[in-house]
């Protein structure tokens, strides 16, 4: 049975890092894109980045960019989010999501065969 399972989330200080994790299960992630998805209470979901295990081309958000940094570990079957100078506005549950080939322009909609429970991360002081 195919799966997602994120991990390492928690509560940070305004400033600090996290990495969130992304393993699959029952597949192998080696042509594929990966989603990475938040929604924070009271808000729509937003994808916020998007990485293809095979080349390792990316698509990330305007709100995050420069700070979030995506990785491919193909023989942990993970993929690897690192995010780095947290911000309040950051806390959100995030998700990670799979489907078969590259990322492209319409990463951010929901268009993924697969998807994990999703990881809280929570940015205060």
């Known amino acids: 049975q195919e799966q997602l399972v994120e991990s390492g989330g928690g509560l940070v200080q305004p400033g600090g890092s996290l990495r969130l994790s992304c393993a699959a299960s029952g597949f192998t992630l080696d042509f594929y894109a990966i989603g990475w998805f938040r929604q924070a209470p009271g808000k729509e979901r937003e994808g916020i980045f998007c990485?293809?295990?095979?080349?390792?081309?990316?698509f990330v958000s305007n709100s995050v960019k420069g700070r979030f940094v995506a990785s491919t570990d193909i023989a942990k079957n993970t993929v690897y989010l690192q995010m780095n100078g947290l911000e309040p506005q950051d806390t959100a549950v995030y998700s990670c999501a799979a489907r078969r080939g590259y990322c492209s322009g319409n990463y951010a909609e929901p268009f993924y065969d697969y998807w994990g429970q999703g990881t809280q991360v929570t940015v205060s002081s």
């Open positions: 990485i293809s295990t095979s080349d390792g081309s990316t």
